[in-house]
């Protein structure tokens, strides 16, 4: 139900786009967010954003990521800039109704290597 996409390889400092887009739309989702998982380690939360707007991200990635919802394209997408090397991971999409069932999508790669 939710599709990844816009992972790939980069280099540091460089930027990437990932959007999530939900084939039977995102109005029922009350929460939507990115999460990922780095190789050898624990998956980790990276951004949210309620049905409201309202933002959440991961310390290290203040400031230089960005989650925007669209509901009349029914995605939601976490601009990546100033990428760094421990951003490499597996993200995946997120998200949450409002009587709390939870959704992934599959992950898509990123990358950030020279």
């Known amino acids: 139900q939710l599709q990844a996409s816009g992972g790939g390889l980069v280099q540091p400092g460089g930027s990437l786009r990932l959007s999530c887009a939900a084939s039977g739309g995102i109005s029922k989702f009350n929460i939507m967010g990115w999460y990922r998982h780095p190789l050898g380690k624990q998956r980790e939360f990276v951004a949210t954003?309620?049905?409201?707007?309202?933002?959440l991200y991961l310390d290290s990635v203040e400031g230089r990521f960005t989650i925007t919802r669209d509901n009349t394209k029914d995605t939601v997408d976490l601009q990546m800039d100033k990428l760094k090397p421990e951003d490499t991971a597996v993200y995946y999409c997120?998200?949450?109704?409002?009587?709390?069932?939870?959704?992934w999508g599959q992950g898509t790669q990123v990358t950030v290597s020279s």
């Open positions: 997120n998200a949450i109704t409002m009587m709390r069932e939870h959704y």
């Open positions: 954003i309620t049905r409201g707007g309202t933002t």
